[in-house]
């Protein structure tokens, strides 16, 4: 799926009408002389394309009232926590070094000792609902989220209908202008390639006994800006 914007369009002085300018990176480095009317569009296309697989964060601890007893708990559950979920994720998971601090427990209760760390990775589509599933499970395990990844043949692929269709786009807004101005010749002088973004999409994190399917979650999407000048004669 894709959209576009205009961000701005110049018949010798401009016409502004929105959108962010990145910094330029010309794909046509020499600009050539117009013996006619110049005309400058800048064109945003988005689109967005089909997940493969996806980033998920867990947040795990435990309590107790000592802090060796806290994280000798996070270690005992992070043991079964690491037993159930690495069977599911793509490749090594990433678990950083577990910290540890205090918490109370209201006016008169006792202090606690809390420690903590996070699992992250990655995961299919094919094992999407089964983490989800298998995290809400897991005592003192929270899922904190989950990014939507594309292929990178899927941005690839994205990316070039993305600057197709802004070329496609400008070609048609210059060769309307230049008819406007009872003109009959127009020439692509400069592509200025000002901006591509791929974007994984996070979702809320949410866990609990109703089946979650990829395809519904949201989709990468990625961005094209592209400054285009045109001679009209």
């Known amino acids: 799926m894709t959209s576009r914007f205009w961000s701005a369009a110049k018949v010798v002085a401009p016409v502004l009408l929105g959108l962010n300018v990145l910094a330029p990176s010309p794909l046509l480095a020499a600009e050539r002389v117009c013996?006619?009317?110049?005309?400058?569009?800048?064109?945003n296309e988005r689109g967005t394309s089909r997940s493969d697989r996806f980033r998920f964060s867990l947040g795990l601890d435990a309590e107790h009232a000592?802090?060796?007893a806290a994280m000798s708990a996070l270690n005992a559950r992070l043991a079964e926590a690491r037993q159930v979920i690495q069977p599911l994720a793509i490749g090594r998971l990433t678990i950083p070094a577990p910290r540890s601090y205090s918490v109370g427990r209201g006016t008169?209760?006792?202090r606690l000792e809390r420690a903590s760390t996070t699992i992250t990775g990655e995961v299919s589509r094919d094992h999407y609902d089964a983490l989800i599933?298998?995290?809400g499970r897991l005592p003192g395990v929270r899922l904190q989220g989950m990014t939507s990844l594309a292929?990178?043949?899927?941005?690839?692929?994205?990316?070039?209908?993305?600057?197709?269709?802004?070329?496609?786009?400008?070609q048609r807004h210059a060769q309307a202008t230049a008819r406007a101005l009872g003109l009959r010749k127009v020439e692509l002088l400069l592509i200025d390639q000002r901006g591509s973004t791929y974007r994984p999409m996070?979702?809320?994190a949410r866990m609990g006994e109703a089946s979650f399917k990829p395809a519904e979650a949201p989709k990468p999407s990625q961005s094209l800006t592209l400054k285009l000048d045109y001679c009209l004669r």
């Not at 292929?151 to 400008?170: I, M």
């Open 35 to 43: 013996n006619g009317t110049l005309l400058q569009i800048q064109v």
């Open 66 to 68: 000592s802090k060796d």
């Open 108 to 110: 008169s209760g006792p």
């Open 133 to 135: 599933q298998a995290a």
């Open 151 to 170: 292929s990178s043949d899927s941005r690839a692929s994205l990316a070039d209908q993305l600057l197709k269709q802004a070329l496609e786009t400008g």
């Open 202 to 204: 996070a979702m809320a």
